[in-house]
């Protein structure tokens, strides 16, 4: 009698350990053809009072670098900004980069939006500017960007209230994970 519960026991095991690696195989199946898409969307995420509605890489084999315009190079970040800090601000940097203090990635061997302090950009409670430049590694060099490949990234921007004046300086940083297309 005790047999019969032992294989009892076996023929259940086997059935169920044939279902679950039939469901494995289906779904090995699925991932190798591609049917799930486990790569992140595409965002840009700013912190409270400045967002990021859109922003694209533009891909290319060739590094924008200080002596190419970021219009005509490639590796090139276009996004665009909303300013929802509740006054008017100047903008007078932006650089878009995989290191997170990249506040003195501008230099002139790196192309970035640097405008001399005072003459930034302004930019009206609710307005929009956009920009379009180069993104760069850690080293804050210029990279290459094939098509397909992934950038996952930090967005700096240096800017100052109008009212205030440029001696307030402040910084903010958000977050940009993007594939070029």
């Given at each position: 009698?005790?047999?019969?519960?032992?294989q009892?026991a076996?023929?259940?095991?086997?059935?169920?350990?044939?279902?679950i690696l039939?469901?494995v195989?289906?779904?090995a199946?699925l991932l190798y053809?591609g049917?799930f898409?486990l790569?992140?969307?595409?965002?840009?995420?700013m912190?409270?009072?400045m967002s990021?509605?859109k922003?694209?890489?533009?891909?290319g084999t060739a590094?924008?670098?200080?002596t190419?315009?970021?219009?005509?190079?490639n590796?090139c970040?276009n996004?665009?900004?909303?300013?929802?800090?509740?006054?008017?601000?100047?903008?007078?940097n932006v650089s878009?980069?995989?290191?997170?203090?990249?506040?003195?990635a501008?230099?002139?061997?790196?192309?970035?939006i640097?405008w001399?302090?005072?003459t930034?950009?302004?930019?009206p409670?609710?307005?929009?500017f956009?920009?379009?430049?180069p993104?760069?590694?850690?080293?804050?060099?210029?990279m290459a960007?094939s098509?397909g490949?992934?950038?996952?990234?930090?967005?700096?921007?240096?800017?100052?209230?109008?009212?205030e004046?440029a001696?307030?300086?402040?910084?903010i940083?958000?977050?940009?994970?993007?594939?070029?297309?």
């Amino acid at each position: 009698m005790n047999f019969k519960r032992g294989q009892a026991a076996m023929e259940y095991l086997m059935t169920y350990g044939w279902a679950i690696l039939v469901i494995v195989i289906v779904l090995a199946a699925l991932l190798y053809l591609g049917i799930f898409n486990l790569n992140p969307p595409e965002v840009c995420t700013m912190p409270a009072g400045m967002s990021c509605p859109k922003s694209y890489l533009r891909a290319g084999t060739a590094p924008a670098t200080a002596t190419t315009d970021c219009a005509a190079a490639n590796g090139c970040m276009n996004a665009t900004f909303v300013n929802g800090l509740q006054k008017t601000i100047v903008v007078t940097n932006v650089s878009i980069t995989k290191n997170a203090n990249s506040f003195d990635a501008c230099t002139s061997a790196v192309r970035c939006i640097n405008w001399v302090s005072g003459t930034g950009v302004t930019v009206p409670l609710g307005s929009q500017f956009s920009v379009m430049l180069p993104v760069t590694d850690e080293n804050g060099v210029p990279m290459a960007i094939s098509s397909g490949d992934a950038f996952s990234g930090k967005i700096n921007i240096v800017y100052y209230f109008k009212d205030e004046g440029a001696s307030a300086t402040r910084k903010i940083t958000g977050n940009v994970y993007a594939k070029a297309a």
